[in-house]
C-alpha cells in the first residue's frame, strides 16, 4: 500500500515523502500522548464547544494495527520547480500520496486515520528528524469494526457537509455563502 | 469527475476546495500569460538550469479541454480543528481532493496536469477572489495523445525519481541520503 502512495505525481519530482513506521510499543505510546496533548489543547481553543469536542472520538493510536507517521524532508528549499511562489506544493505532493494510501486501504477493506492534532516540533524531536524536515500526519490503518456510512463530524452532529453545487463557480468567485 | 474530487475526507469537515471552472477564452489566455511569466521566472531562479528548463512542457493551459482554477476559501481561520498546529492541512484536504481528482480522469481514459507555476495573487485579482482566498492549482484536463510511460521529467532527464525503500524508515529518521 505504501508503493500506491509512492506513485503519487509531485511537483518538480520532488517525492517530499517519508514513511517511518512505527513498530515500538513504547514510542507509540508517547506519540498517543502527544496527541492527548494537543487534544486538550486543541478543545481549549474551541472555547464554547469545548466539551463536544472531547466527546469525539479523533483518532486510533494505540489500537491500531499499523502506525505511520508521514513526514517533509529536509532541504526542501532546493526544489524551486513549480515552487517559487507556492511553496506549500510540497504538502500538497505529500497528501496526494496519503490519498493514495487512503484509497488503496479502503480497496483492501482497511480503515485509515490521517490525525493531525499533534505538536509537529515534538513529534520531529521524539523521531530524531533532521533540522528542516516536518511531519505532516500522523497514520492509523487497520482494520475497523465498521465504516461510517456518513462522514464521522456530521454523524456526531459537529458539522454538516456542503453539496459540490456550492463549490463550482465560473471564471470567477461567487460565493454567496 | 468533480464529484470523485469533492469526496475527499477533509480536516474538521472543512471542505476547503473551490473549483472554478475557466470557459472564457480571453480569461484562459490570461492565465496563460501568468504562467508564461512565471515560467520565465522560475527559469531564472533556476541558474545554470535554465535553458534545460525552458525546453519543458510544464502546461497545456491553452489547448486543454477543460481548464479548472483550484483555490483554498476565505476565513479558513475559523477552523481550528486538526489545524492549530497544522495550518497547512487546508492545502493537505485540496490535495486529496485534486488526487481523487487525477485518479478519477486516468479512470476516464483522460489526462490531468496541476500547474502551480504561477503567481497566486495576481491569479485571485484575475479571478476576483475573496481576500484571504488562495488559487493553488490551475488544472489542465481532456483528451491527450498518450500517457507517458514513466515520469516526463524523468523521461526528459531533468532528475530521477527515488524507489521506495529510500522513503520508508522505522521508529525514527534514518536517511542515508
Given amino acids: 500500500m505504501l508503493q ?9 519530482l520532488m517525492q517530499p515523502w517519508r514513511f517511518i513506521r512505527i513498530t515500538d510499543h513504547g514510542l507509540r505510546r508517547k506519540i498517543h500522548q502527544l496527541v492527548e496533548q494537543e487534544r486538550h489543547l486543541t478543545a481549549a481553543a474551541l472555547q464554547q464547544r469545548q466539551d463536544e469536542f472531547m466527546r469525539l472520538k479523533v483518532e486510533g493510536i494505540l489500537e491500531c494495527a499499523e ?23 510540497d504538502v500538497a505532493s505529500a497528501a496526494c500520496a496519503i490519498q493514495n494510501l487512503w484509497l488503496a486501504s479502503r480497496a483492501e477493506g482497511l480503515g485509515m486515520g490521517w490525525v493531525s492534532l499533534f505538536d509537529p516540533d515534538a513529534l520531529a524531536l521524539l523521531l530524531a528528524m533532521p533540522k528542516g524536515s516536518r511531519p505532516i500526519a500522523i497514520i492509523c490503518l487497520g482494520h475497523v469494526a465498521e465504516f461510517y456510512p456518513r462522514p464521522m463530524l456530521e454523524m456526531e452532529n459537529w458539522t454538516t457537509s456542503r453539496p459540490l453545487s456550492d463549490m463550482v463557480f465560473e471564471n470567477g468567485w461567487s460565493d454567496d455563502s
Avoid: C, K, N
Fill in 67 to 89: 502506525l505511520l507517521i508521514v513526514a517533509l524532508p529536509d532541504q526542501r528549499e532546493q526544489h524551486i520547480f513549480g515552487r517559487r511562489t507556492l511553496p506549500e506544493m
Fill in 4 to 12: 500506491a502512495a509512492h506513485q503519487a505525481g509531485s511537483v518538480g
